[in-house]
């Protein structure tokens, strides 16, 4: 990692009716960062909102787009852009039903795969080089449809793997900006919390 600001963008849609939603897995990692390392995320700009801060000694600045899920490329390149960031200093945290909840994936760059947010900012930053971790939301259950259960609330029964996943997500970010992301990928991918 360059010494330069980090940008960890978490994605999500805004609004109290979709807070508690699988899809909003991005916004609660930012969450955690957040309250973990003293970031108030309540500046207004890039199209979403934002705090500046530092975590594991580096400038690191909490993203959280307000352009609803299929837009995101619009806030994380207009960040990018206002921060005069190249792509390798960008993080993004989302939401994955191919990964069962409680447990992340971390990858150095790659396709968007069907998520319509990683597929927005691929277009508008016109590279896939850059940091994602993919958070653990699991499979729809038989006859359900994807869009359903992507947004709506959380049962209670599920949300502990699922907070499980998002701090998981925001422990990753740390150890990537403490160390680099082959060792995130090493103590994080696939593994339950012991």
Known sequence: MKDDVIIIAGLGNPGPKY????????FGAIDYLSEKYG????????????GEGEIEGKKTVLLKPSTYMNDSGVS?????????AAPEQLIVLYDDMDI????????????AGTH????????????????RIRIGIGRPPEGAENIDFVLERIPDSALPDLIEGMKAAGEAVACILRSDVNTAMNLFNGKKKE
């Open 19 to 26: 807070a508690l939603s699988r899809h909003n897995m991005g």
């Open 39 to 50: 970031i108030k995320v309540n500046k207004i700009g890039f199209k979403g909102l934002y």
């Open 76 to 84: 994380v390149s207009a960040a990018l852009e206002g921060y005069s």
């Open 100 to 111: 069962e909840p409680g447990l992340i994936r971390i990858r150095p760059k790659g396709s």
């Open 116 to 131: 319509k947010g990683m597929k927005s900012i691929i277009y508008h930053l016109q590279t896939d080089q850059f940091i």
